[in-house]
């Protein structure tokens, strides 16, 4: 079962640490566009951050598949299932948004 998943036993810290050695922080907030890569990035303050934070997690999981699982036969599965998995979040984000009302203004009357 374990042979199917190349991020079975990987911690996240890990997945940063070979991430960072090989791309670099600034590398890697330019592909995932993810600020705390960008904007003073540490280990402690990324992992804290995506540990509370579902998207970047994912995205930062799927660079680490695209960037050492590639020939892993299971890696493009898993990639697929992460890119799903983000956009039916988002969309389910957008449709339980409410849109967005004006505030009407009490004793105005309105310009016609």
């Given at each position: 079962m374990h042979k199917n998943d190349p991020l079975h036993g990987v911690k996240l810290e890990q997945i940063l640490t070979e991430l960072e050695a090989k791309l670099g922080w600034n590398k890697m907030g330019e592909l995932l566009n993810i600020r705390c890569f960008l904007d003073k990035p540490s280990l402690k303050s990324s992992l804290k951050f995506l540990r509370k934070t579902p998207w970047a997690r994912s995205k930062t999981e799927v660079l680490y598949l695209k960037t050492f699982c590639s020939n892993h036969p299971a890696s493009t599965l898993?990639?697929?299932?992460n890119i799903t998995r983000q956009r039916e979040e988002s969309a389910k984000?957008?449709?339980?948004?409410a849109?967005?009302?004006?505030p009407s203004l009490k004793g105005k009357k309105p310009r016609n």
């Open positions: 898993l990639i697929r299932k984000k957008a449709e339980n948004s849109p967005f009302i004006w």
